[in-house]
């Protein structure tokens, strides 16, 4: 099956600048989606409540990668407190849109966020 992307979803596919791990990160969530099989790890480097530098390994579709990439971008910078806040549905809409069956990918994304936030809360 072959899916129509917007560009955006195909530059950060294409050029992730946000993959790779974070050495002794505060906090780790790897989600994963059975049906697709992609799999998220997302690394949380928090400095005074704050999110000073996020990573992802992603193994999965384009739409799965742009997620995890875009992300990142939007988590940098932000507190604990308005990380929690991103939605799925901002990151669908800077990304230009994906097609349907994709979508799960933007709510995996958020969760490993989720669960990147709960472990650094449960190491503090």
Excluded: W
Excluded at 31 to 56: A, P, Q, S, T
Excluded at 103 to 117: F, G, N, P, R
Aim: net charge positive; aromatic share 6%.
């Amino acid at each position: 099956m072959s899916f129509k992307y917007s560009d955006e979803v195909l530059k950060r596919f294409r050029n992730p600048v946000n993959a790779g791990k974070i050495e002794n990160p505060g906090g780790v969530g790897v989600v994963g989606n059975r049906n697709c099989g992609d799999v998220m790890h997302l690394y949380l480097k928090v400095e005074n409540n704050v999110i000073k530098d996020v990573k992802f390994e992603t193994l999965g579709c384009a739409a799965a990668l742009a997620f995890s990439d875009l992300l990142c971008d939007i988590a940098k910078n932000k507190t604990i407190e308005q990380a929690l806040k991103i939605t799925k549905d901002e990151l669908v809409k800077e990304l230009g849109g994906v097609p349907a069956p994709k979508l799960h990918c933007s709510l995996l994304a958020v969760d490993a966020l989720h669960k990147a936030i709960e472990d650094f809360q449960k190491k503090k």
